[in-house]
């Protein structure tokens, strides 16, 4: 299957701050990828889809304002958490579709600690 | 509108025998795919086994098998001689055909493989 990778894996902020996450498809093109996030022990919530070259769809909830998201080309996707705060901590993962659209490859996920 | 429901939070089973995790669904879609993926404790998405809806015949690999009642809307995995490596999260999870790639995920089962 398609191999995804994630940079950083793990990132502490200070309040206030932004931080970029880095999803890359390492051996494919990826026209979507996912962004997800995950709190302690609960499932993935599902954040937005990113198209390339095109703005992303975000899901109802989701401030666009706040989680910026860009798909420049076909092997990166970027999340960047604008002005984090501690409620942003969590586990951000972002997966891509490959073949028939029917199975997603996840990345190794990246671990937000806002202070 | 789609959910998938996982009914049970917590589960334990002893090494080297067999367990089974629930899931249901609801859809109105009547082509899909459904999916169990594992989250170990590193976090990493690992799809562990899928089924195309319009197979009848239940999918398996190797200590994984799922059984599949359409009507019912029901998908439970069944892990045979369990191994301690086997012990992480498990994600039931849904793509219809006009989801456009997006995946439902149930709300976990957290598997304890005892020694």
């Known amino acids: 299957g398609a191999v995804v990778s994630q940079h950083p894996s793990w990132v502490i902020c200070k309040s206030g701050t932004s931080v970029k996450i880095e999803c890359r498809s390492l051996d494919f093109q990826a026209t979507t990828m996912f962004w997800y996030r995950q709190f302690p022990k609960q499932s993935l919530m599902l954040m937005a889809t990113s198209n390339e070259g095109s703005k992303a769809t975000y899901e109802q909830g989701v401030e666009k304002d706040k989680f910026l998201i860009n798909h420049a080309s076909l092997t990166l996707s970027t999340l960047t958490v604008t002005s984090a705060h501690p409620e942003d901590s969590s586990f951000y993962i972002c997966?891509?579709?490959?073949?028939?659209?029917?199975?997603?490859?996840f990345g190794p996920g990246t671990r937000l600690t806002v202070l | 509108a789609q959910t998938v429901t996982q009914s049970q939070p917590e589960m334990s089973v002893q090494e080297a025998e067999t367990v089974t995790l629930s899931c249901t669904y609801d859809t109105s879609e009547s082509n899909y795919y459904l999916f169990w993926y594992k989250q170990p404790p590193s976090r990493q998405m690992i799809l562990v086994i899928r089924q195309e809806a319009y197979k009848q015949q239940n999918a398996t690999e190797n200590r994984f098998s799922v059984n599949f009642q359409k009507a019912a809307k029901s998908f439970s995995l069944k892990i045979s001689d369990s191994q301690l490596g086997d012990t992480a999260m498990y994600f039931c999870a849904f793509i219809g055909s006009s989801n456009t790639g997006k995946l439902i995920f149930g709300q976990g089962t957290t598997l304890q493989v005892k020694p």
């Open positions: 997966s891509t579709l490959e073949g028939n659209e029917d199975e997603q490859f």
